[in-house]
């Protein structure tokens, strides 16, 4: 699975990323209020080497991960990560997206215009995301996108030192469907 072309939404494009994009990754992702919301694998400070390291392992990559431009440049990122083993038919999706961004409804179209493309591929019937309790604005955006809250992990995650819950989000192939206000391009 590899994310061959991009998909315009309202105010951003959803398209793959490039060696040319390890500038302007850095300088959005490095705020640790996005790393707070992030798993420990999404480093912080965010450096030049770590852009470059993630556009490497995400051109080469057989999950789907997109850079989410708005004015120019990636301002954040979505992707869809298969799993496997008894998993094997549930993808996860996450995101991120640069603070200057937010509140625009970028994520939302994001997330929106991702979910029939993760369940184009013929063995995924779910789709899921754990947000940080802590994260209610990430809950709003699934919520927005048909996604429902089907558990609780508590204390199931601990980000610098705090112990949390995670809340499950799940959405099945059943809900999907051509979302409004987005279009792919060639």
């Known amino acids: ?33 996005i790393a707070a919301m992030m798993r420990d694998g999404f480093p912080s400070p965010y450096t030049a080497e770590d852009a470059r390291r993630f556009i490497a392992m995400a051109v080469g990559s057989c999950n789907l991960l997109f ?15 298969l ?4 998993y094997r038919k549930t993808a996860e999706i996450g995101y991120w997206l640069a603070e200057p961004y937010w509140g625009r409804g970028i994520a ?19 789709l899921q995301a754990g947000i940080f309790s802590c994260n ?6 699934l919520e927005k996108c048909g996604f429902i809250r089907e558990a609780v992990h508590h204390n199931a995650v601990t980000k610098n030192g705090e112990v949390m819950d995670e809340v499950l989000y799940v959405r099945f192939r059943e809900n999907t469907g051509n979302p409004t206000g987005t279009t792919r391009l060639p």
């Open 136 to 141: 209610p604005a990430s809950m709003r955006v």
């Open 67 to 81: 850079a989410i431009e708005a004015d120019g440049e990636p301002v954040g990122g979505i992707g869809i990560h």
């Open 1 to 33: 699975m590899s994310p061959d072309h991009c998909i315009r939404i309202p105010g951003a494009i959803l398209r793959p990323w490039g060696e040319g994009d390890a500038p302007a990754l850095a300088r959005h992702a490095d705020n640790s209020r």
């Open 108 to 126: 939302t179209g994001a997330v929106r215009a991702i979910v029939p493309v993760a369940f184009e591929q013929p063995d995924i019937i779910r």
């Open 83 to 86: 799993l496997d083993d008894v």
